[in-house]
């Protein structure tokens, strides 16, 4: 029988104001097995674990149980004090009575028999508790950071300059992700380029980053400390070393009619293209959908001009394998379909375009070489609306119920530069709130209000109307005037909701890293953990995880950065000892277990078993517990019962029941 | 293939022509309309007051009659498709509206929605296809350019109609382009010609037929096409253009070369 200790915890009033804790104390001294319990204000505050270290030496418990928060707030802590107190930490479990009980309960009889049940279970949990011993795992001193964008290369410069090696895999042809696509940036109105291309070349150049552009991440396994990764590197036909970045082969290419990605779809490129001139690495891909030689074994004409003899149609896949420690997610996002939002008519009319779209026309060398004009037909505009909230804050199932934040501070920078620009057109925008909380972003809207005379409407555009002379009516409203509005515009500019970009769901599945309705990763903790995925070893940077603006994206890349150097620091890493362990005796070898495991990490072996006597070798169940993650999916599977989580046995999850049901 | 027809009050009077051309063309095209029997009117407006019962009843009859029968409901005038499509949602959905519905009809078996609803157009579209519409057409109407006129009935609310894109329809477009004509996009096909105040407030609804008229013809529409007899009404009395307005069905019968055989 163990010597069990019961701390009830009152979290200062969160639990004390809902459960009895005094009631609670003297009830769980009746339970067999206890032999002291107390109640105290702040259980894990220091004078709080010094009660639970006096009772141990006082006592000579065995046990501990602490009826207090989640075990995901504070059971490290209580562990890590019975360790220094003398007894394994293993012997420790939580009650929780906080979450699963005082916060969702409003009735304090009931609420304080609830949490005599919890301590009660922990109580019989405890008794059947065995000491445990964590392994040793070895920390592969490389970190995989996945996107490319502004927050992939501040993650992996940060990384570096600590010293350790860092990857950066990139989808597209070359880095810059998002903001290689921006004009002005808010709310300085600096050039975009100017602040992100020095970025690009320093990561470039940084001998401790890797960067593979046009390549994909294709399978992931292993566990914190010890990843290994299959990269995809995408067919470029173009020999990487070979290449100059001359640029002859994409102006001699007679395959023009690829929409330019870059350019969201505007304007065309060759077959064979770097996305942007800044492109890093300034190494052209061809596009096997688009090029002729590929598609029909005529032309070669890139080849034929190329002085450097780099092009090369033979060119295949190549699948990298590397081991890494620690994996950041920095995939970044793009913005909605406007499909479902067809009365903004921007499937019906060329004038009627998204921000990002305006940001590429506004742009030097973008497909209009920077002028303000209508993709229909050239003119320069005269009036043109700006929509905010497309898609974001919506209330049905048409787009996402999240504010996509940069919204507001975007249109108001395409506003003011608009007037700036060009003083005589006249600048409308609709918008339900203006959120512009960060640091200079107020006083920058009320510029453009003030200063810019950029006309700001309360109210909702309810429909665009094409005209039959080419010009685009608006119907609104003015929720302030309480008064519909009819509005001609040249142009209309949609603030379209951003999302996570869609190979998220792809890439998060191969990371068992989990994701929200929105696809947006969770984070370990919204609030104490924001840049770590529940999943040990990766970690997150940047809109993957939610909106935010470039100050935030890189703040956040910087701390996913700092994680991620904190764990490549360390040479060995505690394991997990909860793993699942087969009793050999019990075992029939019939694979369910293996069949199950999401982390490859049961086998079977023959091995010679002596069952009470009985001498013979038989195939059973081995767990590699550096992979078993605990998840305890082969103890529910196997249909003889012979498998067991360790901390988690059937045992002792059937005397929790028992006690709870008593 | 048989279906079970609600054609609707208006149908019987100032909308014949809607109704007999639908059945002549449903004939040529291989499917039989069964008129079910002991319709009532459907009220023309779908209740929106929660505790409103009686007004349903007369669709829940007509819905338990085509379930009777093991036949899908098509409807044709585009009020009592809104309405009946809309009371067959509350009955399959809304737990109380379906109990007191059943507390008052008293059938054999309760009824729950059970029946499918369709539009005339959705029997073209979904059952029918246009491309066999195409193939039997005799008559092409090469030539027209035809402007569709959807209104608002058909199409909103557009979870429980789920008829078409409701911003950006293309149902009447593909019917157009199957007869042979060429379809004119206008952005005020489906906004509300003003039906319900016609009388009312006769100078606002005016105002609303000339947006969508002005429109149409800016775009190049010779003509309008409409399912719904109140539309017909508005566009033809309450706007001053002198675009000519037609019923779905009368163009449809005319391309399937059965418009004469009615006539007589």
């Known amino acids: 029988m163990q010597r069990i200790g019961v701390f009830v915890c009152h979290c200062g009033s969160n639990i004390a104001a809902t459960v009895d804790v005094k009631k609670v104390v003297e009830l769980i001294k009746l339970e067999p097995g206890v032999v002291h319990a107390e109640d105290y204000q702040y259980m894990c505050s220091e004078a709080g674990q010094e009660k639970i270290a006096v009772a141990i030496r006082e006592k000579g418990l065995t046990g501990i149980v602490v009826c207090s928060c989640s075990p995901r707030m504070h059971e490290a802590t209580f562990r890590k004090a019975a360790e220094k107190a003398g007894i394994n930490p293993y012997m420790v479990e939580i009650a929780n009575i906080r979450e699963q009980c005082s916060w969702i309960h409003k009735d304090m009889e009931e609420a304080t028999k609830k949490a005599v049940i919890l301590a009660r279970a922990a109580v019989a949990k405890v008794n059947l508790n065995a000491p445990l011993k964590p392994g040793e795992s070895l920390v592969t001193k490389r970190a995989l950071v996945i996107g490319g964008g502004i927050a992939g290369i501040q993650t992996a410069l940060d990384i570096a300059d600590a010293g350790y090696e860092v990857d950066i895999v990139e989808k597209t042809p070359s880095i810059g992700g998002r903001m290689s696509q921006l004009d002005k940036t808010f709310p300085t109105l600096d050039c975009s380029a100017c602040i992100l291309t020095p970025k690009m070349v320093d990561a470039a150049a940084h001998e401790k980053i890797n960067i593979y552009t046009y390549s994909e991440v294709e399978k992931v396994s292993g566990f914190v400390g010890d990843f290994t990764v299959d990269i995809r590197k995408k067919a470029r036909y173009v020999d990487m070393d070979k290449c100059t970045g001359c640029g002859v082969c994409q102006e001699k290419c007679p395959s023009k009619k690829a929409p330019s990605e870059f350019n969201r779809g505007l304007n065309k490129r060759s077959a064979i293209y770097t996305p942007f001139a800044q492109a890093i690495p300034n190494v052209p891909v061809i596009d096997a959908d688009y090029c002729v030689k590929l598609k029909t074994g005529k032309c070669g004409l890139c080849e034929k001009v190329c002085q450097a003899g780099a092009i090369d149609y033979t060119q295949k896949d190549e699948i990298i394998t590397q081991k890494y420690g620690a994996i950041v997610v920095a995939t970044g996002f793009d913005v909605i379909k406007l499909d479902k939002y067809d009365e903004y008519a921007y499937s019906q009319s060329k004038d009627v375009i998204t921000s990002l779209e305006l940001e590429r026309i506004m742009n030097a060398a973008g497909p209009t070489k920077g002028h303000l004009e209508r993709l229909s037909d050239g003119k320069a505009p005269k009036n043109i609306v700006f929509i905010q909230c497309v898609g974001s804050r919506c209330s049905d199932n048409r787009g996402k119920s999240y504010c996509s934040k940069i919204c507001c501070m975007y249109t108001a920078k395409h506003a003011m530069l608009i007037r700036d620009k060009y003083p005589d057109v006249n600048v409308t925008v609709f918008y339900i709130d203006v959120r512009t909380p960060g640091k200079n972003f107020d006083e920058f809207y009320r510029r453009a209000v003030e200063e810019y005379g950029v006309n700001y409407i309360k109210g909702q555009v309810g429909k665009v109307l094409p005209q039959p002379d080419g010009q685009l009516l608006v119907q609104g409203v003015d929720l302030i005037d309480n008064k519909q509005i009819k509005m001609e515009a040249d142009m209309v500019v949609l603030a379209a909701a951003i999302e996570p970009e869609s190979s998220v769901r792809k890439i998060a599945t191969m990371l068992t890293a989990s994701i929200d309705t929105n696809n947006f990763l969770t984070e370990a903790h919204p609030k104490l953990r924001p840049v770590e995925s529940p999943t040990a070893g990766v970690f997150l940077s940047g809109v993957c995880q939610g909106p935010k603006d470039i100050p935030e994206t890189v703040a956040q890349a910087g701390a996913a950065a700092v994680k991620v150097v904190g764990l490549l620091a360390k040479d060995k890493l505690l394991t997990n000892p909860c793993t699942a362990k087969p009793d050999e005796l019990l075992c029939n070898g019939c694979s369910t277990c293996a069949n199950v495991c999401p982390y490859g990490a049961i086998s079977y072996e023959d091995k010679l078993i002596n069952d009470h006597g009985i001498r013979e070798t038989r195939r059973v169940a081995s767990v590699n517990s550096a992979l078993c993650q605990g998840c305890g999916a082969c103890t529910v599977a196997c249909p003889s019962g012979c498998m067991d989580l360790q901390g988690f046995s059937n045992r002792q999850i059937i005397a929790e029941v028992d006690a709870i049901c008593r | ?264």
């Open chain 2, 1 to 264: 293939m048989k279906y079970s027809y609600y054609s609707g009050c208006t149908l019987r009077t100032k909308a014949k022509s809607l109704d007999v051309y639908a059945r002549a063309s449903a004939k040529a095209l291989g499917f039989e309309l069964e008129e079910i029997e002991n319709w009532q009117c459907c009220g023309g407006v779908y209740p929106l007051g929660s505790d409103e019962i009686a007004t349903k009843l007369s669709s829940v009859r007509a819905l338990n009659e085509a379930k009777q029968k093991g036949q899908e409901l098509v409807t044709m005038c585009s009020a009592c498709h809104h309405v009946i499509k809309r009371v067959n949602d509350d009955m399959k959905n809304v737990d109380d509206i379906r109990t007191r519905a059943n507390n008052y009809m008293q059938l054999d078996e309760p009824y729950a929605g059970e029946t499918t609803v369709l539009h005339f157009l959705e029997v073209l579209r979904d059952r029918v296809g246009f491309d066999k519409i195409k193939e039997k057409v005799v008559n092409p109407l090469t030539g027209k350019k035809i402007g569709a006129y959807y209104g608002c009935l058909l199409l909103r609310p557009s979870n429980i109609m789920a008829f078409d894109n409701a911003e950006n329809p293309t149902i009447m477009e593909d019917f157009i382009r199957a007869l042979g004509a060429e379809p004119v996009i206008y952005p005020y096909r489906n906004e509300c010609c003003g039906g319900h105040i016609s009388l009312k407030e006769k100078e606002r609804a005016a105002s609303m037929c000339n947006e969508i008229v002005k429109s149409a013809s800016g775009f190049g529409a010779d003509m309008l096409i409409t399912a719904c007899p109140l539309c017909m009404y508005n566009l033809n009395k309450n706007s001053a253009g002198d675009l000519p307005v037609y019923y779905i069905t009368e163009l449809l019968a005319e391309a399937l070369g059965v418009k004469e055989e009615v006539a007589k």
